[in-house]
């Protein structure tokens, strides 16, 4: 047990001390992609930089240049049993967050616990390597750009999912969710939808307001119109205004120009589309009465999550064996998106689960001072191990 809390502590202190955001984690790719290659696994760095370009047709605008700007990233291991057996696979995701200093410099710090979902999950693949594999594949995919919401779709569209039969994954939580020695087997991620609005009027002179389009008056009406949407509260729907940028300029003069952002959540993918047309209604038709134009348009998602119960059993038994009936949570909600859920929405056919990781980490995810009990990654460790061997029994 010494030895092996001391050589995860070593690979969560090298993946810490080398942070890269969205679509840049070339250093973390060759640490991760030397690891696996020398446990034994097939290794692809990058993998289908050819389907790029398909991920257009799944989500926005979107060109090879944005998906990959840097080239060498992202990462996946298989493991060939040589026996017939279903496909199973650990995600991990990769990318840090960035952080501004009193100075304006960036800089990158692993502010989600993505550098401890990576240790855990190549200790985990290099234990099973060691082990081995009675039947079946095992796939280890390390994932970038989960923070902007495109990394999931970046593995759809390369292919990496498509012989998926089974996949996990893991995210440590804060300590309102989960403590030390806590484990959910499920955690309901939300859907989440951002918004941004445009509008544009006509500018006019304070003194003669029946020349213009007053775009604040516009805008102020959109938030009032889109606080007045009601969903089912049992969905866990709502939409708040984000953003109101108008004016700046002279105070005696109308503005012609205001931006607006929404941020949309819910439980439910199904009531996320509903709220989605009646945002989009409340702007549109408000607007119109106004005179003004508006713009709207999708700056990012996530789905919620849908899990298969047979999956959310298998990680349930393997936590019940970890941790005990008194470390074992029931499934839980949240409020936070995950692009994990990209894969199950995109891919019916995969059976997927995903846990939440207890660790006492305070003060809280996307906090640049979020620390935690590294001691509790041995308990992700061994469930990752269990969950994947019990799925390849299937």
């Known amino acids: ?20 955001p969205a679509f840049q984690e070339v ?6 992609a030397e690891r696996l290659a020398r446990a034994g696994y097939q290794v692809q760095i990058n993998p289908g930089l050819e389907g790029a370009g398909h991920v257009e047709e799944m989500k926005g605008k979107l060109s090879p240049e944005d998906i990959c700007p840097k080239g060498q990233v992202g990462v996946v291991g298989i493991l060939d049993s040589g026996k017939a057996g279903p496909t199973v696979a650990l ?19 692993h502010a989600c616990g993505h550098d401890a979902h990576m240790s855990m999950v190549l200790t985990a693949a290099e234990q099973l390597a060691q082990r081995g594999l009675n039947r079946g594949r095992l796939k280890i995919l390390f994932q970038p750009a989960e923070e902007i919401g ?7 569209a390369a292919g990496v999912l498509d012989d ?24 309901q991620w939300t859907a989440c939808t951002l918004l941004e609005a445009e509008l544009t009027g006509r500018a006019a002179h304070g003194s003669k307001p029946q020349l213009g389009l007053n775009v604040i008056d516009a805008g102020a009406a959109i938030v009032q119109a889109v606080n007045a949407i009601r969903m089912d509260p049992l969905k866990g ?3 708040k205004a984000t953003r109101f940028l108008a004016g700046g300029g002279s105070l005696n003069a109308i503005c012609a120009k205001a931006q607006l952002g929404f941020d949309l959540r819910s439980t439910s993918n199904t009531e996320m589309k509903n709220l989605l047309e009646k945002v989009t209604q409340a702007v549109t038709l408000t607007s119109a009465v106004f005179g003004v134009q508006a713009k709207l348009q999708k700056v990012g998602d996530c789905p919620a999550a849908e899990f298969d119960h047979t ?3 298998i990680a349930r038994q393997a936590i019940l064996e970890e941790v005990g009936q008194a470390g074992l949570l029931p499934p839980t909600a ?23 990781l207890g660790c006492d980490l305070e003060p809280g995810l996307h906090d640049p001072n979020m620390h935690f009990n590294h001691a509790d990654m041995l308990h992700g460790v061994h469930i990752l191990s269990s969950m994947a061997l019990k799925a390849l029994d299937l």
């Not at 070593?10 to 810490?16: G, K, P, R, S």
């Open 237 to 239: 729907s709502n939409v």
């Open 91 to 109: 995600r991990s995701d990769m990318d840090c967050l960035m952080f501004k200093q009193e100075d304006g410099q960036e800089i990158g710090i």
């Open 27 to 32: 250093r973390t790719s060759a640490f991760l």
């Open 1 to 20: 047990m010494r030895d092996e809390k001391a050589k995860i502590e070593a690979i969560w202190q090298t993946l810490h001390g080398m942070p890269e």
């Open 334 to 356: 949240t409020t936070i998106g995950e692009d994990f859920n990209f894969y199950p929405l995109k891919k019916p056919h995969l059976k997927t689960a995903f846990i939440g």
């Open 164 to 187: 998926v039969d089974y996949l996990f994954g893991i995210h440590v939580l804060g300590r309102d969710m989960a403590k030390s020695g806590q484990v959910i087997p499920a955690v």
């Open 311 to 313: 999956l959310v059993e």
């Open 150 to 156: 495109k990394g999931a779709l970046f593995f759809l």
